[in-house]
């Protein structure tokens, strides 16, 4: 409806938008219809503001309460609707309802995030990512929080303040943002020996996901699956993605949080919108107590992984997302995961990190969401139970209470069904929850068990698995991270633990930053070599895909530029799973070649090539001649050469690829080459772009 029939004009010229057919009227909180949504009640034109405008009042203390306290790890994510389906039915190994029937569906919310940075920083920090899926079972909602890493950097989390207090910003000057370059976090990781692990990790490209559909996750923690008959059965858990798995290089990294900061936001928002749903395979390893005690380590220590060599992971289901929030704060923001929400047929174990998770996440929830009853909020609720309310006890009141209970029975053992009232729920010993009865015996002691101080030799796994690029990133991420560094006590107590991990990686840290190496650090436990697992690896590992499939290509054109060349590289991108768009200088109307217009997606200034995963440039000689001398244009093509990126290109884009430094490559091909050149990165041209440790 034109704005000519749905609004009027104010006494002092401000718009009033009216009700009609097309739009409901507009009310307070309570249900009053308002008449004027424009303006304070006052005493006369020009008068004071009256208090009892409850209208004004609702709305401005509503607005001033909008946000809620931020998660004070985890803070800014996003996330998305989908559901779980069972693959292979685990009936003897669990009475998990989602996992009895293959083909059976479970609704889930999936919330990404970063951990370090505040709701308001970046996207794509150098950072470990949560990976946290509610599932909505018939028994309850199942809570998997984890990571995009399979471990964490400490053991115990009694530790866990002390960690978080050192990474965030520094409490004296209240930077740097969303970044561990500094000194209080590598002063603390310095001092822990436990975190070297994890900081191998952090150090490599899995902190630096492409996307979110292109990276793993993990349950991190050892679970148990407990069967009907009460068997109990370890259990570690791994999301692996359908796409395949994809980072960025450093500089992109940098390029692409200066570029876009809501890339991997807008990028799971994009997906879900023309269909390309992100979709993960559910693994598990599945071990028993012997398996467990024949390790070199501890299975209880969150430092540590199981080498899929050693313990295949075996695929029992797949996630897939396919409908992103209706309102973000609604549900991305107010959505609550706490470990301790399992189902019968899953239970914890010892880890002393879970442990205390346990108690610590539903403590925040109520803090963050204020009451005790965050559990009513839409997105927190139990939804999948058939028939009736999706959860039924004797818990009452409290703040923001939302549910209504009928009769007097707020407490159990009663009677009062016996005249005829509500008596309420009751326990079922048959199907209800029981915790796996393991033997437990001891003093009250607070002590770290000797079988988790072996802190270096998983650290030398992860280095020694990974491929020859990957570990130039890793030495080159200590040389950044360390440069930022300012006590050089501190710089020198990493090196001494690094020289535990691999006397090379240390040398080319220690050159990279001009130093000499100390003495390694004494250890706790013999460090072991272990067998190396390829698994670990992103670059050239098994779950480096090269496909096009729900990928990104950005072609760069101009005025001129061939109408039939652009159609036939659109239709063969699209062909192979990718989503191609256009990048002009003006986007308002491109002329091409055959005298056709074209509106462009995106304008050559704001749409640097690190938004998107390959690059096509085609141009007229006129326009290249142009564009050669412009900065924009030689930064896209010279930034996509030195990300590693295929470029595509027709014979008059030559100038503009020259300008930028471009040389021929298995990656530079021409554009009936190019879509098959996409599927991938070009590794091997690095060393002839950038100096690496």
Known sequence: MSDSTDRITGHGGETHQITDADHPVLTTNHGVPVSDNQNQLKAGHRGPVLLEDEVYREKINHFDHERIPERIVHARGTGAHGYFECT????????????????QRTDVFVRFSTVAGGAGSVDNPRDVRGFAVKFYTREGNWDLVGNNIPIFFIQDAIKFPDLIHAAKMEADRGYPQAATAHDTF??????????????????????????????????????????????????????????????????????????????????????????????????????????????????????????????????????????????????????AFCPSHIVPG????????????????????????????????????????????????????????????KGRANYEPNSLHLAGEIGGPREDPENGFKTFPSEEQGQKLRIRPESFADHYSQARLFW????????????????????????????????????????????RVADGLAMDLPDASPTSAPVIDMEPSPALRVIRGPLEKHTLEGRTVGILLADGSDAKDL??????????????????????????????????????????????????????????????????????????????????????AQALL???????DDGVVELDAFVKAATKRYWDRESKVRTLA
């Not at 292979?88 to 083909?103: E, H, V």
């Open 464 to 507: 020694r698995s990974m491929d020859p690029a990957e570990q130039a990133h890793i030495a080159s991420a200590f040389v950044f991270e360390l440069s930022k560094v300012s006590l050089e006590h501190v710089r020198l107590a990493t090196m001494a633990n690094l020289r535990n991990v691999d006397e090379a990686l240390a040398k």
């Open 346 to 405: 899953i239970d914890h174990s010892n880890d002393p990190l879970l442990q205390g998770r346990l108690f610590s996440y539903q403590d925040t929830q109520i803090k963050r969401l204020g009451t005790t009853n965050w559990h009513q909020l839409p997105i927190n609720q139990a939804k999948g139970r058939e028939g009736g309310c999706p959860y039924l006890n004797m818990q009452r009141d409290g703040h923001m209470q939302m549910q209504v209970p």
């Open 186 to 335: 590598w002063d603390f990781i310095s001092l822990m020996p436990e975190t070297t692990h994890m900081a191998m990790w952090i150090m490599s490209d899995r902190t630096l996901p492409r996307s979110f559909a292109t990276m793993e996750g993990f349950g991190i923690h050892t679970f148990r699956f407990v069967n009907g008959e009460g068997k109990s059965t370890f259990v570690k858990f791994h999301w692996k993605p359908k796409a395949g798995m994809a980072s960025t290089i450093w500089d992109e990294t940098v390029k692409v949080a200066g570029a876009d900061p809501d890339f991997q936001r807008r990028d799971l928002f994009e997906r879900i919108g023309r269909g390309d749903f992100p979709e993960w395979d559910l693994g598990v390893q599945l071990f028993d107590e012997e398996f467990a005690n024949s390790q070199p380590y501890d299975v209880l220590d969150a430092t540590k992984i199981i080498p899929e060599e050693v313990l295949p992971v075996r695929i029992i289901g797949k996630l897939v997302l396919d409908r992103y929030p209706d309102n973000f704060f609604a549900e991305t923001e107010q959505v």
């Open 88 to 103: 292979q039915s685990l009936s003897d190994i669990t009475r998990a309802d989602l996992f009895q029937k293959k083909g």
């Open 567 to 652: 159609q036939k590289l659109r239709d063969a991108v699209k062909k192979a799973g990718g989503h191609s768009i256009t990048i002009a200088p003006k986007v308002g109307a491109v002329p091409l070649s055959d005298g056709t217009k074209l509106k462009a997606d995106a304008q050559l200034f704001g749409q640097p090539s690190v938004t998107v995963d390959a690059c096509a440039v085609l141009l007229a000689a006129e326009a290249c001649a142009k564009l050669v001398k412009e900065g924009a244009a030689v930064q896209w093509v010279m930034d996509a050469f030195g990300h590693l990126k295929a470029i595509g290109h027709n014979p008059g």
């Open 658 to 664: 020259d300008k930028a430094g471009v040389e021929p």
